[in-house]
């Protein structure tokens, strides 16, 4: 079953063998315990399955399906499955299969002959056909395409002419089976300076010369298709010095086999790390007797969502075509229909597939994504799964099923995709802009949102140019897997061609990119680089902006305006409050708070951020930096002198400058907050970040204190560090300059104070950052705590706060049961923790980050989501020890991680009482945190009937 597909990357191999080692063994133990051998194939057909659609990670998703849909007695044509485990044991044997496999599969081809009624390679009677279809667990773009027809050769091409009598259709199903079987199974395809593909390049040819113009497939005849088959036998054997392979049992374990090692091609292995799919999942094989939509005008095939995925709406939505395979629908060859268009060519089936669209919604009770194909009439289900979706479809489909009480309001917090929540908050064309734009092109509202960028026509320039941090909008006739990178880096896509089920349309809907496709009016070159609109010309670089809600193209750039979602929560806009996006999302949050165990907070300097952070629903301010008050204005001179005072009585002196500005910022964030708590870390960064570094600033600051300019560049000299990150910052810079904290101490509990005064509560909770030592914490507490007494007896108010700690360095995550002696909270600074705890700087790991993603090293960003093995084990420690000495500590976390939805289920299982992250984070962190407590309890729950019922077996 040797196949052309390219070799896997050699670690990427190596990794995915590792992972189905313990797979293999674990089926090596099933074995022995039954004495049987190992089960690789599982049937389904005739109302009956060997599996079901809980089987996905056995069958892949596809196959878990088909047997499910079987079962629900859904018309499912027979098949087979190969199951995942076979893949495990092809990486893991040298690309070979268990001895077992060939006789497993000719008993589920034989399955299939009984209720089909048909021979696989008969030459007499009708031929059984069948389709190899790839089945990952979750679908894969990246993977091998599906062969259909397969089982045909010279002499079966004959019995199924005679068996229809339709000797177009015959040839028509060879003439494609060679191409798609040449193309993905032997690797027939474009070569670097080929601009068609080999067999589309042939069919070309011939009906230049035979009818001098372009007609299309299905106008083929009989004979057009007679000749292409030679003309395609003959290029497959130029190319790879082979003959087609015409024995039905050698291509199907040629398909087989090619769509095992498509597992691991470049393309695979692209989408599953930016999906995060394990490579050890392995893909299953579907193999499925084949129905007919290209037997003439009552057939066809299609594919559907059983409601519009990029707005929610609850229609039917998709594509069909008449006398057609599901390829062509797909393809962008021809132009398929709206499936609504099906009521009038094919009223009968039509009918049937509106009620299996009814059917499968009340059984899988989520939007579904299906496949089918309708042959003299009759209607076939090949395929149905939970439909991806935008985030704005996400909602409104969850909203809506919910009110049809087909699920609970906890599944419907489950269905919107913590990750892709921020794509509802994203901007849209500000109306006024874009009323005065040109519409240069009308498309199809593929990805919802607004995007505005510089086009490029390739992947590759794409990449490179928004690697320079340009804005860039992919443009291509119609985008295929190849463009996958560029697609990643573009902020938005736009085609020329393609429907709704476009390749580009579909993945720009799973990355929640902004998409407007088959933009028929556009022209696009890819040798001039040029996208022509009517008379306009637009070069590569130009600007173009796309509306993916409406479908529109504009010439130029366009300025967004914030989501209704913004405006409604932040600006108390009427209008936007009263759009249906507005509330949906607002009881999805409602939902969120009634879920929750776990808080948010958010990480805010300012009055401004602090509202916006309220009014997305936060409960108060994990982290306030004091440092950025620093940059404001001229308080940057005051601090610099602060820094550069050669004595404790030139530092205060500048301290005491600094003082009025933080007690008025302070003041502002706790009016802002409204009696909800606010973190407020004493001063933290390395001094450098202070300094003037220039000449020219350092000049400057000399005449402004009054002082030489040898003296400020000699200072600035001194404090030079080599490794500042680890230097003299943080809590290390108030013991060297304990005037610092006190300073800070009195502008939060006078800005405190003074709230108290008006009657407006007030939360402090002072915060002592880069602590690794119980005994740093315990000199800057009592400075805090003796600040706050000198502030109450001037003052002459009462007020009620807290200190403590940043757990952001081992040592201080090592040693927290003698800190929390100390602290009445800890907060963990996650970003220096997993700098410190990896010995990695954030700013510098650019070089090396890509390799190390690449070599399955990080599973991500560690920076962007926690490492709960290593740095998260330092969590748990400190938690651990924390709690033993104090009980009720108050445990949080402020790092970046507090946005990061996976970082946020870790928090909640660790069971802290609050994660901290940016205003705008702070809907998606409640969404993943009330996730995290739903999963929790459902998991809970079949425990909890499971010992029941056991107490009850024992009573018994
Ligand atoms: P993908 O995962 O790329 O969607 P599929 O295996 O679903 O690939 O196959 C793609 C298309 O091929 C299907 O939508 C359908 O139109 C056609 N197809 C698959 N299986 C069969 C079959 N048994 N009979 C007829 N057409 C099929
Ligand atoms: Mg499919
Ligand atoms: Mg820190």
Not at 177 to 194: R, S
Not at 725 to 737: D, E, F
Not at 771 to 780: D, I
Request: with cysteine; glycine share 8%.
């Amino acid at each position: 079953m040797a196949t052309k597909k390219k070799a896997a990357k050699p670690a990427a191999k190596k990794s995915a063998t590792k992972a189905a080692k313990s797979a293999v063994k674990k089926t090596a133990a099933k074995k022995s315990t039954s004495g049987k051998s190992t089960k690789y194939v599982y049937t389904w057909g005739a109302g009956k399955a060997d599996g079901d659609g809980s089987m996905k990670a056995l069958l892949g998703g596809k196959g878990a399906n088909l047997a499910e849909m079987t079962k629900i007695g859904l018309p499912v044509p027979a098949g087979f499955t190969v199951t995942t485990e076979v893949c495990t044991y092809f990486y893991d044997n040298k690309r070979t299969y268990p001895a077992v496999l060939r006789a497993q599969m000719e008993a589920g081809i034989a399955n299939m002959e009984k209720i089909m009624g048909y021979k696989f390679g008969d030459s007499e009677g009708f031929p059984l056909l069948v389709a190899v279809r790839s089945g990952a667990r979750d679908s894969m773009p990246g993977m091998m395409d599906t062969v259909l027809n397969l089982g045909l050769n010279d002499k079966t091409v004959a019995a199924l002419a005679k068996a229809t009598d339709n000797e177009r259709f015959a040839w028509d199903c060879y003439r494609r089976f060679i191409q798609m079987y040449g193309d993905v199974v032997l690797g027939v395809q474009k070569t670097p300076d080929e601009d068609h593909e080999p067999f589309e390049a042939v069919i070309e040819k011939y009906k230049h010369e035979a009818y001098g113009s372009d007609i299309v497939d299905s106008d083929l005849t009989a004979e057009d298709n007679k000749e292409l088959v030679s003309r395609f036998k003959t290029l497959v054997k130029d190319r790879t010095g082979h003959g087609f392979p015409e024995d039905p049992w050698e291509q199907l374990e040629g398909a087989a086999g090619a769509v095992f090692g498509s597992w691991m091609n470049d393309r695979a292995i692209v989408y599953r790390r930016k999906y995060g799919i394990p490579a050890a999942w392995g893909t299953a094989v579907n193999v499925q007797a084949m129905v007919f939509g290209n037997t003439g005008p009552n057939s066809g095939s299609g594919v559907a969502f059983t409601r519009n995925p990029a707005n929610g709406e609850n229609v039917l939505y998709g594509e069909f075509l008449v006398n057609a395979q599901g390829e062509d629908v797909v393809a962008g060859v021809r132009t398929p229909d709206e499936v609504s268009g099906m009521a009038e060519a094919l009223p009968a089936a039509f009918k049937e597939l509106m009620k299996v669209r009814a059917i499968l919604e009340k059984h899988f009770r989520d939007v579904q994504d299906v496949e089918f194909t309708i042959q003299d009439g009759k209607l076939y289900m090949l395929q149905t799964r939970n439909g991806k979706r935008t985030a704005a479809a996400a909602l409104k489909f969850a909203a809506d099923m919910v009110k049809e009480k087909l699920i609970s309001w906890e599944t419907a917090v489950m269905r919107n995709p913590a990750d892709q929540l921020d794509q509802l908050l994203a901007p849209v064309f500000d109306i006024n802009e874009a009323k005065k734009a040109t519409v240069i092109a009308k498309g199809l509202p593929a990805g919802p949102g607004a995007a505005s960028g510089k086009i490029y026509l390739n992947a590759d320039r794409a990449v490179a140019a928004a690697e320079k941090g340009e804005k860039v909008l992919l443009v291509r006739v119609e985008t295929s897997p190849e463009d996958l990178r560029g697609m990643i880096a573009a902020e938005g896509i736009l085609t020329a061609r393609g429907g709704v089920s476009s390749h580009a349309a579909l993945v720009a809907r799973q990355m929640g990119k902004v998409c407007v496709c088959g933009a028929s009016a556009i022209e696009v070159d890819y040798d001039k680089k040029t996208v022509t609109a009517g008379d306009q010309v637009f070069k590569e670089g130009d600007f173009l902006s796309i509306d993916g809600t409406a479908g529109t193209v504009y010439g130029g750039e366009l300025a967004t305006e914030p989501s209704e979602i913004i405006t409604g929560l932040i600006n108390n806009k009427k209008a936007s409050q009263k759009t249906e996006k507005f509330q949906n999302f607002v009881q999805l949050m409602e939902w969120c708070s009634k879920a929750t165990r776990l808080g948010v907070r958010t990480n805010a300097d300012t009055p401004e951020q602090v509202k916006n952070a309220v009014a997305f629903g936060a409960e108060g301010i994990g982290l306030t930096r004091t440092e950025h008050m620093f940059f404001e204005g001229d308080r940057i001179d005051a601090m610099r002198e602060m820094i550069l005072a050669n004595t404790e009585e030139d530092r205060k002196k500048a301290l005491k400058k600094l003082l009025p500005h933080q007690r008025k910022d302070f003041f502002g964030i706790f009016k802002a907050l409204e009696g909800k708590p606010a973190t407020i870390r004493l001063l933290d960064p390395p001094l450098h970040e202070f300094l003037p570094n220039t000449e020219e600033s350092q000049a400057d600051l000399a005449e402004k204190m009054g002082v030489p300019v040898e003296e400020i560049s000699h200072r600035v000299h001194e404090l030079h560090e080599q490794n500042p990150m680890l230097g003299h910052r943080g809590c290390r810079l108030a013991i060297s300059y304990p005037e610092i904290a006190e300073m800070q101490a009195q502008a939060i509990f006078e800005a405190a104070a003074q709230c108290v005064k008006k009657g407006i509560p007030v939360k402090p909770e002072v915060m002592v950052p880069l602590v690794g030592y119980a005994r740093e914490l315990e000199l800057q507490v009592n400075i805090i705590h003796r600040v706050a007494a000198e502030v109450k007896a001037d003052k002459g108010v009462e007020f009620d706060y807290l200190v403590g700690t940043m757990i952001e360095v081992p040592r201080g995550a090592l040693t927290a049961d003698e800190i929390a002696k100390h602290a009445q909270f800890f907060s963990f600074g996650t970003n220096d923790l997993t700098q410190t705890a990896l010995g990695v700087s954030r700013d510098d790991m650019g070089s090396f980050l890509s390799s190390y993603q690449e070599n399955d090293i990080y599973p991500k960003n560690p920076f962007a989501s926690l490492d709960t093995t290593g740095v998260g084990q330092l969590m748990e420690i400190a938690v651990e020890k924390g709690r033993s000495v104090k009980p009720d500590i108050k445990l949080g976390i402020c790092g970046e991680h507090g946005g990061d939805p996976d970082s946020v289920t870790f928090c909640h299982k660790l069971g802290l009482a609050y994660v901290s992250c940016s205003p705008y984070r702070v809907p998606v962190a409640r969404l993943a945190a009330a996730q995290a407590a739903i999963a929790e309890s459902a998991g809970a729950k079949p425990a909890k009937a499971k010992k029941a019922a056991k107490k009850a077996a024992k009573k018994k």
